[in-house]
């Protein structure tokens, strides 16, 4: 066995574990839901109340903070599906409370640049978060049209650890390239889905 194949085999048997255990304590799927949603506020207070001397240690707490943060995330459906409480509202939940999940983080980032006076770098963070959200949408509005839509690379989780990495690397000037990244991606995963939904219904009739 590869390194690599025994730490995914580690990791998947401590995310069991921390499953197993929130399942038996009978909390609520959306309860971990919101609770990730608030720790994503916390990240979002620390790159908001960072400034020129003490960026670097706010934003590495911040990608700590949205590292534990994405581990709600990750666990919420598997304790829902453990304790029997899958519902479709509480994926409807999960979708919408992950939208205000990604804008806060965002929001924060356009506090930080706002009060170091980086007017290029508020339009830039402005302009991610808005592709970001029709990275979604554009899935979510497809789907009511075609049975799927998953082309294109930049979704929630490859945004999630790009910004931890521009977080914790933030001292060696990461967190700017990292905004370029998911802009470029973002906005070719959004022109993706639009032609791919072109493509499968430019020969359905219209609805009504």
Same mark, same amino acid.
């Given at each position: 066995?590869?390194?690599?194949?025994?730490?995914?085999?580690?990791?998947?048997?401590?995310?069991?574990?921390?499953?197993?255990?929130?399942?038996?304590?009978?909390?609520?799927?959306?309860?971990?839901?919101?609770?990730?949603?608030?720790?994503?506020?916390?990240?979002?207070?620390?790159?908001?109340?960072?400034?020129?001397?003490?960026?670097?240690?706010?934003?590495?707490?911040?990608?700590?903070?949205?590292?534990?943060?994405?581990?709600?995330?990750?666990?919420? +459906? &598997?304790?829902? !599906?453990?304790?029997?409480? *899958?519902? $479709?509202?509480?994926?409807?939940?999960? %979708?919408?409370?992950?939208? /205000?999940?990604?804008?806060?983080?965002?929001?924060?980032?356009?506090?930080?640049? +706002? &009060?170091?006076? !980086?007017?290029?770098?508020? *339009?830039? $963070?402005?302009?991610?978060?808005?592709? %970001?959200?029709?990275?979604? /949408?554009?899935?979510?509005?497809?789907?009511?049209?075609?049975?799927?839509?998953?082309?294109?690379?930049?979704?929630?989780?490859?945004?999630?650890?790009?910004?931890?990495?521009?977080?914790?690397?933030?001292?060696?000037?990461?967190?700017?390239?990292?905004?370029?990244?998911?802009?470029?991606?973002?906005?070719?995963?959004?022109?993706?889905?639009?032609?791919?939904?072109?493509?499968?219904?430019?020969?359905?009739?219209?609805?009504?």
């Amino acid at each position: 066995m590869t390194w690599t194949g025994a730490f995914g085999r580690a990791c998947g048997w401590l995310l069991d574990k921390i499953v197993h255990g929130l399942a038996l304590t009978r909390i609520s799927p959306n309860a971990l839901t919101l609770i990730g949603l608030g720790i994503n506020i916390v990240a979002a207070f620390l790159f908001g109340h960072a400034n020129a001397a003490n960026a670097d240690w706010m934003f590495f707490y911040a990608g700590v903070v949205i590292f534990c943060a994405g581990l709600f995330d990750m666990v919420d +459906g &598997r304790v829902a !599906r453990r304790i029997n409480k *899958v519902t $479709v509202f509480g994926s409807f939940f999960d %979708s919408v409370i992950d939208r /205000y999940s990604d804008v806060v983080l965002f929001f924060g980032l356009l506090v930080y640049y +706002g &009060r170091i006076n !980086r007017f290029r770098y508020v *339009v830039l $963070v402005a302009f991610v978060m808005v592709t %970001s959200l029709m990275v979604s /949408y554009t899935r979510a509005r497809a789907e009511n049209l075609i049975p799927q839509c998953k082309v294109g690379f930049m979704e929630r989780p490859e945004r999630i650890v790009l910004i931890i990495i521009g977080a914790v690397f933030n001292w060696c000037g990461a967190m700017a390239p990292v905004l370029w990244i998911l802009a470029a991606l973002s906005t070719i995963t959004v022109a993706h889905r639009i032609v791919y939904t072109y493509q499968n219904t430019k020969q359905m009739k219209p609805l009504g």
